[in-house]
Protein backbone atom coordinates (compact mmCIF):
# COMPACT_ATOMS: atom_id res chain seq x y z
CA UNK A 1 0.00 0.00 0.00
CA UNK A 2 1.38 3.44 -0.78
CA UNK A 3 -0.32 6.45 1.14
CA UNK A 4 0.64 9.64 0.09
CA UNK A 5 3.58 8.77 -2.37
CA UNK A 6 5.44 9.43 0.69
CA UNK A 7 4.97 6.08 2.83
CA UNK A 8 4.56 2.46 1.63
CA UNK A 9 3.46 -0.33 3.70
CA UNK A 10 4.33 -4.19 3.06
CA UNK A 11 4.34 -7.72 4.57
CA UNK A 12 7.59 -9.49 5.09
CA UNK A 13 6.33 -11.40 2.15
CA UNK A 14 6.11 -8.78 -0.48
CA UNK A 15 8.81 -8.34 -2.98
CA UNK A 16 8.92 -5.28 -5.35
CA UNK A 17 8.38 -2.90 -2.88
CA UNK A 18 8.16 0.55 -4.19
CA UNK A 19 10.77 2.85 -2.61
CA UNK A 20 9.58 5.69 -0.12
CA UNK A 21 10.48 8.11 2.52
CA UNK A 22 8.76 6.00 5.01
CA UNK A 23 9.09 2.27 5.36
CA UNK A 24 6.33 0.70 7.44
CA UNK A 25 6.83 -3.26 7.62
CA UNK A 26 3.41 -5.12 8.28
CA UNK A 27 2.77 -8.26 9.29
CA UNK A 28 -0.80 -8.27 10.39
CA UNK A 29 -1.58 -11.52 11.58
CA UNK A 30 -4.93 -11.07 13.52
CA UNK A 31 -5.16 -7.69 13.83
CA UNK A 32 -6.35 -4.35 11.91
CA UNK A 33 -4.38 -2.29 10.57
CA UNK A 34 -2.76 -2.60 7.28
CA UNK A 35 -3.18 0.28 5.49
CA UNK A 36 -6.21 -1.27 2.90
CA UNK A 37 -8.84 -0.54 4.86
CA UNK A 38 -10.08 3.20 4.00
CA UNK A 39 -10.06 4.32 7.78
CA UNK A 40 -6.25 3.82 8.34
CA UNK A 41 -5.62 5.62 5.06
CA UNK A 42 -7.16 8.24 5.86
CA UNK A 43 -5.49 8.44 9.17
CA UNK A 44 -2.65 7.18 7.72
CA UNK A 45 -2.65 10.43 5.55
CA UNK A 46 -3.13 12.55 8.84
CA UNK A 47 0.34 11.76 10.10
CA UNK A 48 1.62 12.16 7.39
CA UNK A 49 0.26 16.11 6.76
CA UNK A 50 0.93 16.17 10.83
CA UNK A 51 4.14 17.92 12.43
CA UNK A 52 4.74 15.10 15.07
CA UNK A 53 8.75 16.27 15.66
CA UNK A 54 9.11 16.07 19.62
CA UNK A 55 5.78 15.30 20.39
CA UNK A 56 3.53 12.54 22.26
CA UNK A 57 1.29 10.37 20.65
CA UNK A 58 -1.75 8.26 21.68
CA UNK A 59 -2.62 5.39 19.23
CA UNK A 60 -6.02 4.42 20.63
CA UNK A 61 -7.52 0.84 19.47
CA UNK A 62 -3.82 0.41 17.61
CA UNK A 63 -4.53 -2.91 16.23
CA UNK A 64 -0.82 -3.90 14.72
CA UNK A 65 0.49 -0.32 15.07
CA UNK A 66 0.78 1.12 11.85
CA UNK A 67 -0.45 4.32 12.87
CA UNK A 68 2.32 4.55 15.79
CA UNK A 69 5.08 3.01 14.26
CA UNK A 70 4.63 5.62 11.55
CA UNK A 71 3.79 8.71 13.81
CA UNK A 72 7.49 7.59 15.51
CA UNK A 73 9.09 8.02 11.99
CA UNK A 74 7.84 11.10 11.58
CA UNK A 75 9.35 11.97 14.56
CA UNK A 76 6.82 12.08 17.56
CA UNK A 77 8.88 11.65 21.17
CA UNK A 78 6.40 8.92 22.53
CA UNK A 79 4.04 7.04 21.17
CA UNK A 80 0.93 4.64 23.46
CA UNK A 81 -0.56 2.49 21.79
CA UNK A 82 -3.70 0.77 23.05
CA UNK A 83 -6.10 -2.15 21.98
CA UNK A 84 -8.74 -4.63 23.46
CA UNK A 85 -7.97 -7.26 21.73
CA UNK A 86 -4.69 -9.63 23.31
CA UNK A 87 -3.52 -10.48 19.96
CA UNK A 88 -3.52 -7.31 18.19
CA UNK A 89 -1.46 -6.49 21.50
CA UNK A 90 1.39 -9.16 20.44
CA UNK A 91 1.19 -8.10 16.80
CA UNK A 92 1.91 -4.77 17.48
CA UNK A 93 4.62 -5.75 19.77
CA UNK A 94 6.49 -7.83 16.87
CA UNK A 95 5.27 -4.96 14.00
CA UNK A 96 7.19 -2.61 16.60
CA UNK A 97 10.39 -4.74 16.70
CA UNK A 98 9.98 -5.15 13.23
CA UNK A 99 10.68 -1.61 12.15
CA UNK A 100 12.91 -1.56 14.98
CA UNK A 101 11.24 1.58 16.30
CA UNK A 102 11.51 2.75 19.79
CA UNK A 103 9.52 4.71 22.66
CA UNK A 104 6.10 2.86 21.74
CA UNK A 105 4.76 1.35 24.63
CA UNK A 106 2.04 -0.60 24.11
CA UNK A 107 -1.11 -1.40 27.05
CA UNK A 108 -3.67 -4.40 26.62
CA UNK A 109 -6.77 -2.33 27.70
CA UNK A 110 -9.67 0.08 26.64
CA UNK A 111 -9.88 3.76 28.36
CA UNK A 112 -8.95 2.22 31.96
CA UNK A 113 -5.27 1.84 30.46
CA UNK A 114 -4.78 5.23 30.09
CA UNK A 115 -3.24 6.66 32.95
CA UNK A 116 -2.85 10.62 34.18
CA UNK A 117 -0.62 11.53 31.31
CA UNK A 118 -1.42 14.03 28.42
CA UNK A 119 -0.79 13.38 24.98
CA UNK A 120 -0.13 15.83 21.86
CA UNK A 121 -2.28 13.96 18.93
CA UNK A 122 -4.34 10.96 19.62
CA UNK A 123 -5.22 8.55 16.64
CA UNK A 124 -8.40 6.67 17.33
CA UNK A 125 -9.24 4.48 14.33
CA UNK A 126 -12.64 2.45 16.58
CA UNK A 127 -16.26 2.62 15.64
CA UNK A 128 -18.41 5.65 16.18
CA UNK A 129 -20.13 3.69 19.11
CA UNK A 130 -16.89 3.41 20.93
CA UNK A 131 -15.81 6.70 20.36
CA UNK A 132 -19.13 8.41 21.52
CA UNK A 133 -18.91 6.10 24.90
CA UNK A 134 -15.14 7.12 25.17
CA UNK A 135 -14.42 10.41 23.99
CA UNK A 136 -14.55 11.78 27.40
CA UNK A 137 -11.32 9.70 28.23
CA UNK A 138 -9.83 11.07 24.98
CA UNK A 139 -10.51 14.34 26.35
CA UNK A 140 -9.09 14.09 29.91
CA UNK A 141 -5.65 13.24 27.88
CA UNK A 142 -5.73 16.40 25.72
CA UNK A 143 -3.98 19.65 26.70
CA UNK A 144 -4.52 22.96 24.99
CA UNK A 145 -3.76 22.93 21.60
CA UNK A 146 -3.82 18.82 21.33
CA UNK A 147 -5.42 17.28 18.07
CA UNK A 148 -7.31 14.16 18.32
CA UNK A 149 -8.29 12.43 14.46
CA UNK A 150 -11.36 9.78 14.84
CA UNK A 151 -12.20 7.26 12.39
CA UNK A 152 -14.02 4.02 11.86
CA UNK A 153 -17.58 5.37 10.90
CA UNK A 154 -19.29 7.21 8.10
CA UNK A 155 -19.98 10.28 6.50
CA UNK A 156 -22.95 10.48 7.85
CA UNK A 157 -22.24 9.86 11.94
CA UNK A 158 -20.26 12.76 11.64
CA UNK A 159 -22.78 14.66 13.22
CA UNK A 160 -22.92 12.53 16.19
CA UNK A 161 -19.26 12.68 16.72
CA UNK A 162 -19.31 16.88 16.34
CA UNK A 163 -22.10 16.92 18.79
CA UNK A 164 -20.36 15.08 21.52
CA UNK A 165 -16.62 16.63 20.66
CA UNK A 166 -18.04 20.29 21.09
CA UNK A 167 -19.79 19.14 24.46
CA UNK A 168 -16.78 17.75 25.80
CA UNK A 169 -15.11 21.65 24.87
CA UNK A 170 -13.22 20.37 21.73
CA UNK A 171 -13.49 22.54 18.27
CA UNK A 172 -14.25 20.87 15.47
CA UNK A 173 -11.71 21.32 12.69
CA UNK A 174 -12.60 19.18 9.43
CA UNK A 175 -12.71 16.20 8.52
CA UNK A 176 -11.62 13.89 5.51
CA UNK A 177 -13.41 11.33 3.49
CA UNK A 178 -12.89 8.10 1.25
CA UNK A 179 -15.72 6.13 -0.01
CA UNK A 180 -17.68 7.29 2.73
CA UNK A 181 -15.60 6.58 5.61
CA UNK A 182 -14.30 9.61 7.26
CA UNK A 183 -11.66 10.32 9.69
CA UNK A 184 -12.65 14.00 11.81
CA UNK A 185 -9.96 16.25 13.23
CA UNK A 186 -10.93 18.09 16.39
CA UNK A 187 -8.91 20.61 18.36
CA UNK A 188 -8.50 21.28 22.39
CA UNK A 189 -8.56 25.28 22.63
Not at 122 to 148: P, Q, T, W
Request: aromatic share 8%; charged share 20%; glycine share 8%.
Amino acid sequence: IVVGEECVIHSTFHTDVPQARYDVLIDPKMAFGTGHHETTTLMLQAILASDLTGRSVLDMGCGTAVLGILARMKGAASVVAVDIDEFAVENAIENIRLNHVSEVEVRLGGIEALKQESFDFIFANINRNILLADMHAYVACMKRGSRIFMSGFYVEDIPFIRAEAEHLGLRFVGYAEKNRWVAVECMSD
